[in-house]
């Protein structure tokens, strides 16, 4: 990957109350629940509280604060790993729904404790893991946090919360955030069209001169992409999806725009004439 100027990034998450869930293409054939018999795990289906995502889960159970450390220390723990095995980016995952994600929104947190209730106490477990995952990840080596930066319902995660938590991230080392949003709650209303997530990242960027930004869901092709930096929206483009269609998607956009992109060996009798 380095020979070809790039290298290997690594995310971190944890599925929270949406664990032992069969994918997403099959919730239409079967039960979305995995059970002990084909693979799940629903006795040790975890949450900040138990709230449902909805009625095609498994209820979590609510963590205690041990395993709360535990998860803590997990995450640090495979910072090393990845660090040794030679990453050279990690992210945490703290978008779409995921266990971070759901103590940070209070329709999924309900926590009476420190970890719950107010805005410093549901974002208390991410802010607690960064600096764990900060202290052993090198600091020469950049740190990403991807938040979904509303949450599209009454009472949920806002904006506003959003730009607070930027605040705190930055100031405990974290390099960029990925902003998308959603995902946390499935009666959420939330415009779909690339310009709405856009100007909401635009809004972060320019909140926080501080913190590198990268837009999700922006872009299905090398102009939209390109537009999105050229406007001053985000400082990146983050394009999972268009990849999952187009595995030479960083080709495809740079023959649209006329940029030379170095191409690998096997391909290059593909390679346009630019």
């Known amino acids: 990957m380095k020979k070809c100027g790039a290298v290997a990034g690594i995310q971190l998450g944890h599925s929270g109350r949406l664990g032992s869930s069969i994918p997403l293409n099959k919730y239409m054939e079967s039960d979305s629940c995995k059970t002990d018999a084909n693979g799940g795990w629903p006795n040790r289906v975890f949450g900040p509280s138990p709230v ?11 963590l205690n604060e041990s395993q709360i450390d535990t998860i803590q220390h997990a995450f640090a723990d495979a910072a090393v790993r990845a660090d040794k095995a030679g990453y050279e980016v990690i992210d945490i995952h703290a978008a779409y729904g995921m266990l971070l994600n759901q103590f940070l929104s209070p329709t999924s947190n309900r926590r009476t404790d420190k970890y719950g209730g107010s805005f410093e106490n549901r974002v208390r477990m991410l802010v607690e893991l960064v600096e764990r995952v900060r202290q052993v990840w090198p600091q020469e080596k950049p740190m990403f946090v991807s938040l979904s930066m509303l949450e599209g319902v009454d009472g949920g995660w806002t904006i506003d919360d959003t730009l607070r938590l930027a605040r705190l991230l930055s ?48 872009a299905s092709n090398g102009e939209q992409a390109n537009a999105v930096l050229e406007e001053g929206c985000a400082d990146a483009v983050f394009s999972a999806r268009q990849f999952l269609r187009n595995p030479s998607f960083v080709l495809s956009a740079a023959d649209e725009l006329g940029v030379n992109v170095q191409w690998i060996d096997q391909y290059q009798c593909a390679r346009p004439n630019l």
Do not use: C, H, T, Y
């Open 52 to 62: 449902l995502f909805n009625d095609q889960f498994w209820a979590p159970r609510e």
């Open 171 to 218: 100031a405990k080392g974290v390099d960029m955030s990925e902003l998308s949003v959603g995902g946390n709650n499935p009666d959420a209303k939330i415009p779909g069209a690339p310009a709405f997530k856009k100007e909401m990242a635009r809004r972060v960027k320019q909140s926080m001169p501080g913190l590198l930004v990268s837009a999700v869901g922006v």
